[in-house]
T-cell receptor
């Protein structure tokens, strides 16, 4: 099983829609999780951290399900500027953060 | 806002040549990383560095790769003899706390093209 798995998408949604992405992880000992956003040919930037059951920041909500070993990211009221690749990130085995392959979101007017 | 800076932004080199990619991490950060991303693929961990030594490296980080912190500010990645498959975007990152607790701040990347 891969350390981090994501649905690659793309998710094509209209402006204003609500969209959710899931991510599964294999290291049951992981204590912290992150969602990063990556624009085309740019560096990843932290969107949200998830240390307990979940986190909410404006239109973005991240939830953690330890029993099933997945985290989700919910985006409400999608904006055109939300179009990007969303990367699920978690500590891997050893001293590193492991990135998922990313989920592509395209928000269209 | 403090940021991680990387140079060069783009380097084109011939196969077999040595390449040095440079990074200036955020000044009060203690943990340093190199990641790479081949075009269209995921961000892959190469190496982590703490307290002037490598704390972990991936299977990608073979004998052709090395890292150094030659002074108090720079953090370099050297590829001794580049191969075509080394063509990728190389991201330097730093954090103030260990990977499980802190945000990674990434530089804008150095794009390496090996011909």
């Amino acid at each position: 099983r891969k350390e981090v798995e994501q649905d690659p998408g793309p998710f094509n949604v209209p402006e204003g829609a609500t969209v959710a992405f899931n991510c599964t992880y294999s290291n049951s000992a992981s204590q912290s999780f992150f969602w990063y956003r990556q624009d085309c040919r740019k560096e990843p930037k932290l969107l949200m951290s998830v240390y307990s059951s979940g986190n909410e920041d404006g239109r973005f909500t991240a939830q953690l399900n330890r029993a099933s070993q997945y985290i989700s990211l919910l985006i409400r009221d999608s904006k055109l500027s939300d179009s990007a690749t969303y990367l699920c990130v978690t500590p891997g085995y050893g001293n590193k953060l492991v990135f998922g392959a990313g989920t592509i979101l395209r928000v269209k007017s | 806002e403090p940021e991680v800076t990387q140079t060069p932004s783009h380097q084109v080199t011939q196969m077999g040549q040595e390449v040095i990619l440079r990074c200036v991490p955020i000044s009060n950060h203690l943990y340093f990383y190199w990641y790479r991303q081949i075009l269209g693929q995921k961000v892959e961990f190469l190496v982590s560095f703490y307290n002037n030594e490598i704390s972990e490296k991936s299977e990608i980080f073979d004998d052709q790769f090395s890292v150094e912190r030659p002074d108090g500010s720079n953090f370099t990645l050297k590829i001794r003899s580049t191969k075509l498959e080394d063509s990728a975007m190389y991201f330097c990152a730093s954090s103030i706390r260990d990977r499980g607790l802190g945000e990674l701040f990434f530089g804008e990347g150095s794009r390496l093209t090996v011909l």
